[in-house]
């Protein structure tokens, strides 16, 4: 970044949360827990004629603290079985299919989830707990280190000085990565360069999807000592009860001791900004969590580099990657009744 750019970048010239501040997070704008039936297609199409090895590695959802996950069924074309990897603990279905006599191959997962809305408090209540970060457990160390589109050191490293700069702590570095992102970013996916979730490129550009605020802000955290992680699943909307979902949604967790992880989702906030407060520190019950981590290492590993982030169907053909693959997201609330409906086109990533 040339001289002076990023210096501009930490000053917004007119502060969107002090009109969404009016707001006050006091009350609930979302039920606390939603329970539903959520099926994952997939289709591969077009194997080649004379292909010898395809393999195929499918992202499962599975219960934590915030969400409560049933794999009623599995159908597929071939056999599969589950794997998990170890770095990050998520789950995949696998299925190797040698010399395939079809040119298509189909999964389906059905599921029965019910997830809860994920609350460690507001900023305020936080900042109790805002310390100077203590060196991390040995656990904790993989969300200070490097991914490959997450820099530690360099440009990543200068933006993040001067964006916490006279902050102390990590709720406080966490507070004020999230305020940035939110004054000087904007949730829109012209152009190109959006939705790989690169940190540098997003501060630079200021403008993405989910995953491009979330990679900055896991970026400047972890700058600053803060462990960071992302998360990514699907959302589903809150003014319907069943109907297509196009694409995926993520959001960030940091850590604070003894907190825990504290959710952040800056990119719903900048979408409704009333909702600056809510989500820091809270993120709703309208979304599946399926994987966490970057440059995941897949298991069995594949033979491409890993794998940016894990929330879509991943192919190989006799050792390359296959991009001839359908897939399709649909849910219907399990409490029943209401009109079908899709969430609005925020493109195959939200």
């Known amino acids: 970044m040339k ?90 279905l696998y299925a190797e299919i040698r010399s395939p006599r079809s040119s298509t191959a189909e999964f389906t997962l059905l599921y029965h989830v019910t997830r809860w809305q994920y609350s460690k408090g507001s900023y305020s209540q936080l900042l109790r707990y805002n310390n100077d970060p203590a060196p991390p457990l040995a656990s904790l160390r993989l969300y200070l280190e490097p991914n490959r589109m997450i820099p530690i050191g360099g440009e990543m490293k200068a933006i993040a000085e001067q964006v916490t700069r006279g902050e102390h702590g990590p709720v406080q570095i966490a507070h004020a990565a999230y305020t940035y992102l939110f004054d000087t970013m904007r949730y829109d996916k012209s152009g190109t360069g959006w939705g790989r979730g690169d940190a540098v490129w997003a501060c630079n550009a200021k403008h993405g999807n989910c995953t491009d605020f979330h990679s900055a802000f896991i970026g400047i955290l972890r700058n600053e000592k803060v462990p960071a992680r992302f998360v990514i699943g699907f959302p589903l909307p809150p003014n319907a009860s069943q109907g297509v979902i196009p694409g995926y949604h993520c959001w960030a967790e940091f850590y604070v001791s003894p907190v825990g992880w504290v959710p952040v989702d800056i990119s719903e906030a900048w979408l409704d900004k009333k909702l600056y407060h809510y989500y820091f520190g809270t993120v709703d019950a309208n979304r599946v969590r399926f994987s966490a981590g970057r440059d995941i290492t897949l298991v069995p590993k594949q033979a491409g580099r890993p794998i940016n982030f894990f929330v879509y169907p991943y192919v190989e053909v006799d050792g390359k990657p296959f991009h001839q693959v359908q897939d399709r997201f649909t849910f219907k609330d399990l409490s029943g009744g209401g009109r079908q409906a899709s969430l609005p086109a925020r493109g195959p990533s939200s």
């Open 3 to 92: 001289g002076g750019i990023w210096v501009f970048c930490v000053v917004s010239v007119f502060s969107l949360r002090a009109w969404a501040g009016a707001v006050s997070n006091a009350a609930r704008p979302f039920p606390l827990r939603r329970s539903f039936e959520f099926t994952y297609h997939v289709e591969v199409t077009h194997l080649p004629i004379g292909a010898h090895d395809v393999r195929i590695w499918i992202p499962v959802a599975r219960t934590d603290r915030h969400q409560r996950v049933s794999l009623i069924k599995v159908t597929g074309s071939v056999p599969s079985r589950l794997t998990r990897e170890p770095e990050y603990g998520d789950r995949m």
